[in-house]
C-alpha cells in the first residue's frame, strides 16, 4: 500500500486548482528569483507529501528538459552586453546578459509550471481522476477512460519493451552503435514488436471491456469524489496566495 | 429434460478475407448447470465459438455468418454485447491485457458500473465474488503486485461479480504454473457445484480437462467431431491421433496394455483410478497400503 | 560448459531473484530448469544470456564470463529462446528473420544466406522461407524464433517454456526439434512447467524455489523427492506416481516415462502368466 498523505487525501480537482494557481503565479513573474522560489515551493509540496523521491525521476528529466530549451535558446538573443562567445574570432555563439536572464526566466517558469504534474499523478489514482473529472467537470465518461487507460498501459508497455531489446539483444542486435543513423534505423526491431503486440493487448482489452457491459448505457460509479473541509481550504488557501503574489508581481 | 440454455444451430464463420470458414456448421445444445470442456487443435476454432457465445461475433468482429446462437434466449447477432454481459461472463488466455483497471476492487466494479448496479449492492456484490474465489485479501491491492495466478482469479471474479449464468473461459491456464493452474480447475469445478453455474472451458491439456468434466466437444477444423464423456472420446484411438490429443499418460499407459490384451476395463483418466486399476492387474504392493499416496 | 559459482541477482527494485548457488553443466548435457513461477527460472536464463549481469558470484559460459563480455559476442556461444516469439519476429520473410542475427554478427553473402537456410532445415521451416513470420500458427512462429538463434550456431541453447501457448502436436514438435539438436551436441538447458515432457526429453533436472537451488540431479532422484516437488506445486510423471508402491516393493524396476512402466508391466505379466495369454502373438 502506498504512503497516504494530506496529499492523497485531497480532491483530484483541488490538485488541479492548485497546479492552475502555480501556473497563474509564474505568468505573472518575470524575474528568475521568485520563479525560482515558486519551483521550490512546488518541490517543498511534494516533500511535505512524502512523494519527493518517488517523482525525483520525472522532475530530473524535467530539468533536462529545461536545460536543452536553454541551449536552443540563447544564442538567439542578441541584444545586451555580451557575457561570453563560444568561438571568439567568429563572433559566432554570443551569450548576452539579457539572454542569460530571459532564458533562466523561461526555463525557470517551465519547471514550475510543469512540476506540479508529477506531483498530481503520483498522489492521484487514475480511478479517482476518473471520478472527480465526470463527476465533477462533466467530462463524458469515455474520454477520462481513454485518458486513463493509456496512462495504465505506459508500464506495461515499458516492460514489453524491456523484453523486446533483451530478445533482439540476444540475437546478437548491438543498440551500442555510435552511428547516429544506424541508431535511428535501428529503432525498427524494437519498434515493430513492441507496436503487433500492443495492437493485439488492445484488442484482447477491448474485448473484455465489450463482455463486461461497457457501453451499455448510464452507467453508475462504486466511489464518488467529495469536497472536504481541507479541500475547500487549500482552494481557498490557492487563491488568496495566487491574488497576493499576482498583485506583487504586477506593481 | 431442460431446456438448453446455450443453442448453437447450423452456425457457420468466416472472418473477414477469409475463404475457409472458421466453424462450419455447428450444432450445439447446453443445458443449464453442465460442466463443457471444449478442446482440438490449434486452429480449430475453440476461441471463435467463445467469441460467438458472449456476442464479440458479429457485434465487435464482423466477418460472414450463418445460422444462429441464442443464449438464454436471447440471439446473440441482435443482442447487444453488453445486454449478454450479466448472462454470460468471460474470461480470457492472458491475465494481463484483459484487467482494465488499477485495483482488484475497481476493476471487479468495472462491470458492474457499466450494468448500473447501485453503488450499495455494488459493494455487496465485490465482497461476495470476491468470496466464491477467495481472494478478500486482495481486495485493495494493486493489479501491478500480482501474480499470473492471481491476476486470472481477478478475471474470474470480476465476471462472478456480474452473477452470470454462464461462465465461459478461453484457456485460463495455459500461462500459469501448475499449481496456479490447478488453483484455477478446482475453483471452476466449485463454481459449476456449488453454484450451479453453466461453465465451458476450452483447454488445450486433456489430462487437465478429462478428469475434472463430464461431457467433452472437440473441434477439428471448425467443426464438431465428437460430443461425449471424456472417456469415450479417448476411447477412439483414431480421433485421438487425428486430432493430436494430449491426452493423460495414466490413460495412454491402459491403451497400451488393451491393445497389448493385456487389459480389459475402462480406462482410467486419473492417476488414482489407474492405481486401482494397477491393483487389480498386479496385485497389491505388497505393503497392503493403498498404492499411491493420494494428493 | 557453464558453471555458476555462488551466483546471485538482486534486481534495482530489492527483489532477491537468485540467492547464490553454483552449479555446472558438461557439454552436451540436455538439462531442465524446472519450479514454479517467480522462482527465478527466467532470470537465471537471462545471467546466461548475458542480458543480465549477476550482483555477485561469477557465471562462466564456454569459459567466457558472462558479465565481461558483450551480449552479441556471448549469442555465439549461447542461443536464448525467449518464451514469446512475437517479442522478436519483425521482418516480412521467415529468411530475413532467420538471416538477423548471423548478419548482426558480421555474416555476409553466401555465409550468411547459407546459415537462413541451414537453419530453417534443422527446424523444418524450408517450405516456409519466403512467408510472413506473422501469417504463421503460434508454433511455426515459436520454430522461426527458434532457427532464428540457430542461424547464429551457437553450442548452447536456453530455451524459456519453448511450448507455451501451443497444442500438443506443436509442442511435441518442438521438443522433437530440440531434442535432434541436443544429438547433434547441442548442451540444452529448457524452463518447463510440463513435468511429462521434462520426462520425455531430459537427462537431468535444475529445480529452483524462491530464488534457491533445491534440487540438482538425474531426473529419477530428482523426481523421487516428492516432497521438495510438492512445495514447489509439482507432481512427478504420471508413469512415477503410478509405480511407486511396486518400485519401493521391488516388483518394478524404476521407470521415469510411461513407455518405460508399459514395458516393466509387460515383463511382469509375462513372468506371472505364460506369455501367449498376455500378448496376441
Not at chain 1, 77 to 91: C, K, Q, R
Not at chain 3, 87 to 99: C, I, K, M, Y
Not at chain 3, 190 to 208: N, P
Not at chain 3, 247 to 267: R, S
Amino acid at each position: 500500500m502506498p504512503a497516504r498523505s494530506f496529499l492523497h487525501e485531497l480532491n483530484p480537482l483541488t490538485k488541479v486548482a492548485w497546479s492552475l494557481a502555480v501556473i497563474t503565479v509564474a505568468f505573472a513573474f518575470q524575474q528568475p528569483l521568485p520563479l525560482l522560489g515558486l519551483w521550490a515551493s512546488v518541490l517543498v509540496v511534494a516533500l511535505a507529501g512524502g512523494i519527493l523521491k518517488t517523482i525525483l525521476p520525472a522532475i530530473r528529466g524535467l530539468i533536462i528538459f529545461a536545460g536543452i530549451f536553454i541551449l536552443f535558446q540563447i544564442f538567439l538573443i542578441g541584444e545586451g552586453n555580451t557575457v561570453f562567445t563560444l568561438i571568439p574570432g567568429l563572433g559566432f555563439g554570443r551569450v548576452t546578459d539579457v539572454g542569460l536572464t530571459a532564458c533562466t526566466m523561461l526555463a525557470l517558469r517551465m519547471l514550475a509550471m510543469t512540476s506540479t504534474i508529477p506531483v498530481i499523478l503520483a498522489t492521484t489514482p487514475p480511478k479517482e481522476m476518473i471520478v472527480a473529472f465526470v463527476e465533477k467537470l462533466r467530462v463524458p465518461y469515455v474520454y477520462a477512460l481513454m485518458l486513463v487507460t493509456s496512462l495504465r498501459f505506459i508500464p506495461t508497455l515499458q516492460e514489453e519493451l524491456h523484453l523486446i531489446v533483451q530478445a533482439q539483444r540476444a540475437r546478437a542486435y548491438d543498440l551500442e552503435s555510435r552511428n547516429i543513423f544506424r541508431r535511428l534505423a535501428g529503432i525498427v526491431p524494437l519498434a515493430l514488436p513492441l507496436l503487433l503486440v500492443s495492437v493485439q493487448r488492445a484488442r484482447t482489452m477491448a474485448i473484455s471491456m465489450e463482455t463486461r457491459g461497457f457501453g451499455a448505457g448510464p452507467r453508475t460509479s462504486l466511489r464518488t469524489s467529495t469536497f472536504s473541509a481541507l479541500d475547500a481550504g487549500v482552494i481557498a488557501a490557492c487563491l488568496l496566495c495566487t491574488l497576493a503574489l499576482v498583485l506583487i508581481a504586477l506593481r | 429434460m431442460m431446456e438448453p440454455i446455450i443453442k448453437i444451430e447450423n452456425f457457420t464463420f468466416y472472418y473477414p478475407d477469409s475463404q475457409a470458414a472458421a466453424l462450419a456448421g455447428i450444432n450445439l445444445a447446453i443445458r443449464p448447470g453442465e460442466f463443457v470442456g471444449l478442446t482440438g487443435p490449434t486452429g480449430a476454432g475453440k476461441t471463435t465459438l467463445t467469441l460467438a457465445l458472449n456476442g464479440i461475433i458479429p457485434n465487435f468482429q464482423g466477418g460472414r455468418l450463418a445460422g444462429r446462437v441464442t443464449v438464454a434466449g436471447r440471439d446473440t447477432a441482435t443482442t447487444p454485447c453488453a445486454r449478454l454481459a450479466g448472462i454470460i461472463g468471460s474470461v480470457f488466455q492472458d491475465p494481463e491485457a484483459q484487467l482494465v483497471a488499477e485495483t482488484v476492487e475497481d476493476e471487479l466494479a468495472f462491470g458492474l458500473e457499466n450494468l448500473a448496479v447501485p453503488r450499495e449492492e455494488m459493494r455487496a456484490r465485490i465482497t461476495m465474488a470476491l468470496e466464491m474465489v477467495a481472494i478478500t485479501g486482495l481486495r485493495h491491492r494493486p493489479l501491478s503486485q500480482l501474480s499470473g495466478g492471481q491476476k486470472q482469479k481477478v478475471a474470474i471474479a470480476a465476471a462472478a461479480a456480474l452473477q452470470p449464468r454462464i461462465l465461459v473461459l478461453d484457456e485460463p491456464t495455459s500461462e500459469l504454473d501448475p499449481r496456479s493452474s490447478l488453483e484455477i480447475v478446482n475453483l471452476l469445478q466449485r463454481f459449476n457445484r456449488d453454484y450451479g453455474m453453466t461453465i465451458i472451458l476450452i483447454e488445450q491439456k486433456v489430462s487437465l480437462l478429462a478428469p475434472l468434466v463430464p461431457r467433452m466437444v472437440c473441434l477439428h477444423q471448425g467443426r464438431i467431431v465428437a460430443d461425449a464423456a471424456p472417456r469415450q472420446v479417448l476411447n477412439q484411438d483414431q480421433l485421438v491421433a487425428e486430432l493430436g490429443l494430449e491426452i493423460p499418460p495414466v490413460t495412454t499407459l491402459f491403451r497400451l496394455l488393451r491393445r497389448a490384451g493385456a487389459y480389459h476395463g475402462d480406462l482410467p483418466l486419473e492417476v488414482d483410478q489407474g492405481c486401482r486399476e494397477l491393483e487389480r492387474l498386479l496385485g497389491p504392493a505388497g505393503t497392503g497400503a493403498f498404492p499411491c499416496r493420494r494428493q | 560448459m557453464i558453471r555458476a559459482e555462488a551466483v546471485a541477482f538482486t534486481y534495482p527494485n530489492g527483489f532477491r531473484a537468485l540467492q547464490g548457488f553454483s552449479f555446472e553443466i558438461k557439454a552436451g548435457e540436455f538439462v531442465a530448469l524446472i519450479g514454479a513461477n517467480g522462482a527465478g527460472k527466467t532470470t537465471l536464463l537471462k545471467l546466461l544470456g548475458g542480458l543480465l549481469k549477476p550482483t555477485a558470484g561469477r557465471l562462466m559460459v564456454g569459459g567466457l564470463d558472462t558479465s565481461r563480455v558483450r551480449v552479441a559476442e556471448l549469442a555465439r556461444r549461447v542461443g536464448f529462446l525467449f518464451q514469446n516469439p512475437d517479442h522478436q519476429l519483425f521482418l516480412p520473410t521467415v529468411r530475413e528473420e532467420l538471416a538477423f542475427g548471423p548478419r548482426n554478427l558480421g555474416l555476409k553473402g553466401r555465409a550468411l544466406a547459407e546459415r537462413a537456410a541451414g537453419a530453417a532445415a534443422a527446424v523444418g521451416l524450408t517450405p516456409y522461407l519466403e512467408a510472413n513470420p506473422r501469417q504463421l500458427s503460434k508454433g511455426q512462429r515459436q520454430r522461426v524464433a527458434l532457427a532464428s538463434i540457430l542461424a547464429m550456431e551457437p553450442p548452447v541453447l536456453v530455451l524459456d517454456e519453448p511450448t507455451t501457448g501451443q497444442d500438443y502436436r506443436e509442442a511435441l514438435e518442438i521438443m522433437t526439434i530440440i531434442q535432434q539438436l541436443h544429438r547433434q551436441g547441442h548442451t540444452v538447458l529448457c524452463v518447463s512447467h510440463d513435468m511429462e515432457m521434462v520426462a520425455c526429453f531430459a537427462e537431468r533436472a535444475l529445480v529452483l524455489g524462491g530464488g534457491k537451488l533445491l534440487l540438482d540431479g538425474p531426473l529419477a532422484a530428482v523426481f523421487a523427492r516428492e516432497d521438495i516437488l510438492a512445495a514447489t506445486g509439482l507432481l512427478p510423471p504420471q508413469a512415477i506416481q503410478l509405480a511407486r508402491a511396486y518400485q519401493a516393493a521391488g516388483l518394478l524396476p524404476p521407470v521415469t516415462t510411461i513407455e518405460e512402466l508399459y514395458a516393466a508391466i509387460i515383463g511382469v505379466l509375462r513372468g506371472k502368466k505364460d506369455a501367449r495369454q498376455v500378448l496376441p502373438a
